[in-house]
């Protein structure tokens, strides 16, 4: 290992994040907007609908992580970690935007989780495996 590499410029690494969560937005609005669609002709309870907007959040999380490492290629946990913390403001914002409020709860900090735990996990795992390959 080479350990006399300069550390990435923090606004760089940001810059890579903040690219890659608006990728992942378009996902989240994505997979929303089709899962909409699906419920609008369809009859579901409100514990599906709820299923259907955590996978909606995990696969924008995955997406984002996924280009944040693209772009930045080290620093699996914290690049996972701003990135998905990128993902969960985006989110935050939109449910500000259509709603016009967040309850703070349970659903909050499981969404939290959910983000920020997708986001960091699939970041390491795709930091390691690409030291593997090489």
Known sequence: MNYNKKPENPINLMLNCLKSAAAGLVVFLFTTFIFALILTYTDFSDEFIKILSYLSVILSSYVTS????????????????????????????????FVGKVAFGIN????????????????????????KIR
Do not use: E, P, Q, Y
Not at 73 to 94: A, H, P, Q, R
């Open 66 to 97: 996924f280009l944040a490492i693209k772009l930045i290629k080290k620093n699996g946990i914290i690049t996972g970690l701003i990135s998905g913390l990128f993902v969960f403001l985006f989110i935050i914002i939109l449910k500000l935007i």
């Open 108 to 131: 909050l900090l499981v969404l939290f989780i959910i983000t920020i735990g997708i986001s960091i996990i699939n970041a390491i795992i795709l930091v390691n495996k690409k030291r």
